[in-house]
């Protein structure tokens, strides 16, 4: 699916370790210019950060893939980004930066680690 917006929000990146090695996740907001604007948020994961950066206030669309999953009789929905591409004629500026740079010397990445442990009292799935 694809969702054409101005990007309004980015969220600091998330990083962690995983059985599988290191990960990094990047969440984003825009909001679409229908009759009616919606605000959407994103998620893009892993060596799709870099290659697909995002700025505020940049007009994109987003394709993307939608997906559910329960958890204790709840379920939670993520919109995963696999592309972001520039929308319209409209030139970036050259002053504008890729986010991943913004954020780190505004915000330190926010470290999350799994250790497998289920004795804690937090029961959210993520």
């Known amino acids: 699916m694809d969702l054409k917006g101005k990007v309004i929000t980015i969220l600091p990146m998330v990083t962690g370790e995983g059985k599988n090695g290191p990960w990094k996740k990047l969440e984003f907001v825009i909001e679409t210019q ?19 950066p995002v700025i505020i206030g940049q007009e994109i669309v987003v394709s993307f893939d939608a997906e559910s999953r329960e958890y204790n009789g709840k379920y939670y929905t993520n919109l995963n980004a696999w ?34 442990d289920n004795n804690t009292t937090d029961d959210l799935p993520f």
């Open 34 to 52: 229908d009759q009616y604007p919606k605000k959407v948020m994103f998620g893009i994961m892993g060596a799709k950060i870099d290659q697909n």
């Open 83 to 116: 592309k972001i591409s520039a929308a319209g004629s409209a030139p970036m500026q050259s002053d504008s930066q890729p986010i991943q740079h913004q954020q780190m010397n505004e915000t330190p990445p926010v470290n999350v680690s799994f250790s497998g």
